[in-house]
C-alpha cells in the first residue's frame, strides 16, 4: 500500500490540528509548519471539510479546526477522503487496460498474503485515532527536549 503526497500532506494538516485542538489554525500556518504548497493544503482541506472531519471559520481569526474530537477521527478515514480506495498490489487488482486476469486468480498463495497484508494495514489505520497520534507526537517531543508552542 502506498501513501501519497496528497495523503501524506492531509495527515500531517489533521495531526498538527490535533495537536492544537480545539484551537483555530490558519492555513498559512499548516503550511508553513509542514512545508505543504499553500494552493494544495488548500484543496486538501477542503475535501476533508466537505466530509465533515475539519470546520472553517471565516474572519480575522479565522482559519480550520477539527470538525470531531481527535478521538473520533481515525487516519485510515483521512487518507480515504483524499486519497478514494486504497490501493492494492497489482497481482490483487485486475489490470483493466490489458484485459488481463491473473492465471490463478482464486488459487495464488501470493495474492492472498497480499489480501492479507492490505487488510492488516486498513485496521491499522481505521483503528488508529489522531488522539491516538497526538499522543505519541507529545510524547516523542517530550522524549527529544523539543517543547514546541503544543498546547495541550
Request: hydrophobic share 40%.
Amino acid at each position: 500500500m502506498r501513501i501519497s503526497a496528497k495523503g501524506e500532506y492531509a495527515a500531517k494538516a489533521v495531526l498538527y490540528l490535533s495537536l492544537q485542538y480545539p484551537k483555530v489554525v490558519t492555513i498559512h500556518e499548516i503550511a508553513q509548519n509542514h512545508k505543504i504548497p499553500l494552493k494544495y493544503l488548500e484543496q486538501i482541506l477542503l475535501a476533508l471539510k466537505r466530509a465533515g472531519l475539519l470546520e472553517s471559520h471565516r474572519g480575522v481569526r479565522g482559519g480550520y479546526s477539527l470538525g470531531r474530537r481527535p478521538d473520533r477521527i481515525s487516519i485510515g478515514e483521512v487518507l480515504r477522503v483524499v486519497d478514494g480506495k486504497f490501493s492494492q498490489s497489482s497481482c490483487v487488482e485486475v489490470d483493466l487496460q490489458r484485459h488481463h486476469t491473473c492465471p490463478e486468480e482464486n488459487s495464488c498463495g501470493l495474492k492472498q498474503v497480499w489480501q492479507d497484508v492490505q487488510a492488516a494495514v486498513e485496521k491499522i489505520l481505521f483503528e488508529t485515532t489522531f488522539d491516538e497520534l497526538r499522543t505519541r507526537t507529545l510524547a516523542g517531543i517530550a522524549r527529544k527536549g523539543n517543547y514546541v508552542a503544543f498546547e495541550v
